[in-house]
């Protein structure tokens, strides 16, 4: 009896070990997944960041070419200005 009794218990305790380890496997398992999936969040997080700071350059920069269209000629007056060029030339400097 009592043999049967150690067969049944070292049964139960093999078991029971059997149980720890696959719920430790879950447990690696799950905290792998955890950090993949923290790594592709702050990867996300990073890559948003860059496409603001690309968006903010961009339009930083269509601001300063604005600002520099302000000083070019109108199409209207361009025909004016061209005829007062060659009406008046002025000498560049290049040649002397």
């Known amino acids: ?47 948003d960041m860059r496409q603001h700071t690309i968006k903010q350059h961009k339009e930083a920069r269509r601001q300063a070419l604005l600002e520099e269209s302000r000083g070019w000629i109108p199409p209207e007056a361009l025909e004016g200005r061209i005829a007062a060029a060659l009406d008046n030339p002025q000498p560049l400097g290049m040649a002397d």
């Open 1 to 47: 009896m009592q043999v049967d009794q150690l067969r049944r218990l070292r049964t139960a305790s093999r078991q029971q070990d059997r149980a720890k380890q696959q719920l430790e496997r879950e447990i690696r398992d799950a905290e792998r997944a955890v950090e993949v999936a923290a790594l592709r969040l702050s990867s996300a997080i990073r890559q």
